[in-house]
Nanobody, 121 residues
Framework: QVQLVESGGGLVQAGGSLRLSCAAS????????MAWFRQAPGKEREFVGI????????YYADSVKGRFTISRDNAKNTVYLQMNSLKPEDTAVYYC??????????????WGQGTQVTVSS
């Protein structure tokens, strides 16, 4: 069993930056692809990006490409989402998710509880 805990959310002005963390306990994340999703009020959950379990390969949604960066520190069992040039439309609850040795899966094995990001205009 893996427990995922997101942190780092908050209120930021448009154009600002935030770095979210997703810390895991229970098992090492080194064999998991790690993804970030977000869900704004009244909207469906949206894929943000993903990092492969090995090789550091990443893929991003067009809406965040060039502004957001996912990285991982397997020694700390933590994945990060660096968000730059934030826009009001980035306001959402952000979730991390883990998939064991699968790339862009339909379903994820574990989810965090989410962290709120609010971008003011």
């Amino acid at each position: 069993q893996v427990q995922l805990v997101e942190s780092g959310g908050g209120l930021v002005q448009a154009g600002g930056s935030l770095r979210l963390s997703c810390a895991a306990s229970g098992r090492t994340l080194s064999s998991y692809s790690m993804a970030w999703f977000r869900q704004a009020p009244g909207k469906e959950r949206e894929f943000v990006g993903i990092i492969r379990w090995s090789g550091g390969y990443t893929y991003y949604a067009d809406s965040v490409k060039g502004r957001f960066t996912i990285s991982r520190d397997n020694a700390k069992n933590t994945v990060y989402l660096q968000m730059n040039s934030l826009k009001p439309e980035d306001t959402a609850v952000y979730y991390c998710a883990a998939a064991n040795r699968r790339w862009m899966p339909d379903k994820y094995d574990y989810w965090g509880q989410g962290t709120q990001v609010t971008v003011s205009s």
